[in-house]
């Protein structure tokens, strides 16, 4: 299982819209084979900040889905990234 998680940061005025561009794409990855969870998120504390979180069966999933990725306008609007692949080995009840 591999997870994606982390943040991005847009300017604080063009949040809420980006998020709501932002829309289709979890819709659709959350019917992708393979797509266990998608979510993105504001942060409650900073204006900028989108929590980034993806949950994936495999690799092939999700390498399948990031060949479409993000449009070029959301790219564009993307001040900052730190998001990483995180390769999970077991899950366990907390």
């Given amino acids: 299982m591999f997870v994606i998680a ?5 300017d604080p005025a063009d949040r809420d819209a ?12 959350r019917t992708e084979p393979g ?4 979510a993105l998120s504001p942060d409650p ?3 900028a900040r989108i929590n980034v979180y993806e949950r994936w069966e495999s690799e092939a999933d999700l ?11 959301q ?7 730190s998001v990483a692949r ?6 366990q009840a907390p």
Avoid at 86 to 91: F, G, L, P
Wanted: glycine share 10%.
């Fill in 45 to 47: 504390l900073d204006p």
């Fill in 6 to 10: 982390g943040s991005i940061s847009v």
């Fill in 63 to 73: 390498e399948r889905f990031r060949g479409s990725g993000p449009s070029e306008d």
């Fill in 18 to 29: 980006y998020l709501r561009g932002c829309a289709p794409i979890v819709q659709r990855a």
């Fill in 35 to 38: 797509c266990l969870d998608f």
């Fill in 75 to 81: 790219e564009g609007e993307i001040v900052s990234a």
């Fill in 86 to 91: 995180y390769v999970v080995a077991s899950v």
